[in-house]
């Protein structure tokens, strides 16, 4: 299994940015790394998705346009750039990994197709 270590959370208004970073303890060529959200009372749902194999990327409808998903694979760090963002994306923000990449990145970036996981970071979206 990788450790994860998500980071950049925090309060923002409306309408602001923050960028979200998760350090991953190494690189497989053949993983996915995903960005998962959840918020109190909902299921966790993904966000945005990146593959280890050719760099294609998912986004969820709703951050389409807003978010921005990268890697710097000599960091071992998958950024989430979060801009314009609302009062819906509040929620503990978690990152994960598993492979194979392809597979994963074809079943949209699901929840259930992660076994390692991130301790999460807190967004608020607040005025």
């Known amino acids: 299994q990788l450790q994860l270590v998500e980071s950049g959370g925090g309060l923002v208004q409306p309408g602001g940015s923050l960028r979200l970073s998760c350090v991953v303890s190494r690189f497989p060529v053949d993983y996915a790394i995903g960005w998962f959200r959840q918020a109190p009372g909902k299921e966790r749902e993904g966000v945005s998705c990146i593959s280890g194999l050719d760099g294609s990327t998912y986004y969820k409808d709703s951050v389409k346009g807003r978010f921005t998903i990268s890697r710097d694979t000599a960091q071992n760090t998958v950024y989430l750039q979060m801009n314009s963002l609302k009062p819906e994306d509040a929620a503990v923000y978690y990152c994960?990994?598993?492979?194979?990449?392809?597979?994963?990145?074809?079943?949209?970036?699901?929840?259930?197709?992660?076994?390692?996981w991130g301790q999460g970071t807190q967004v608020t979206v607040s005025s």
């Open positions: 994960a990994a598993d492979y194979p990449a392809g597979a994963i990145m074809s079943r949209l970036c699901v929840p259930e197709d992660f076994g390692s």
